[in-house]
């Protein structure tokens, strides 16, 4: 069992950055794959970034890619996702999730409750 706690998100002008960290609790957190989903109002929830167990291999949608970075500390049951250069469109409830590595939400088996990331242009 795994429980997930984001934190870090905010209200940002257009431009700059944010890191948002998920900890997580349970001894199993390394054996998982870790997630970033976001979901903005009237929107489904989309896939953000992914990074594997190990942290040697990391996946982004291309919305994102070269803007944000996301990374995971086994020792401390913490992954982050470093966002750089927000658009007014990366406004969106992100949420922090774990299991097998996959672009595709039902492929994970544990979530967090989100935090709110509001970028004003």
């Known amino acids: 069992q795994v429980q997930l706690v984001e934190s870090g998100g905010g209200l940002v002008q257009s431009g700059e950055s944010l890191r948002l960290s998920c900890a997580a609790s349970?001894?199993?957190?390394?054996?998982?794959?870790m997630g970033w989903f976001r979901q903005a109002p009237g929107k489904e929830r989309e896939f953000v970034a992914t990074?594997?167990?190990?942290?040697?291999?990391?996946y982004y949608a291309d919305s994102v890619k070269g803007r944000f970075t996301i990374s995971r500390d086994n020792a401390k049951n913490t992954v982050y996702l470093q966002m750089n250069s927000l658009k007014p469109e990366d406004t969106a409830v992100y949420y922090c999730?774990?299991?097998?590595?996959?672009?595709?939400?039902?492929?994970?088996?544990?979530w967090g409750q989100g935090t709110q990331v509001t970028v004003s242009s």
């Open positions: 349970g001894r199993a957190f390394s054996k998982f794959a």
């Open positions: 990074i594997t167990w190990s942290g040697g291999a990391t």
């Open positions: 999730t774990a299991g097998v590595l996959s672009r595709t939400s039902t492929d994970y088996h544990y």
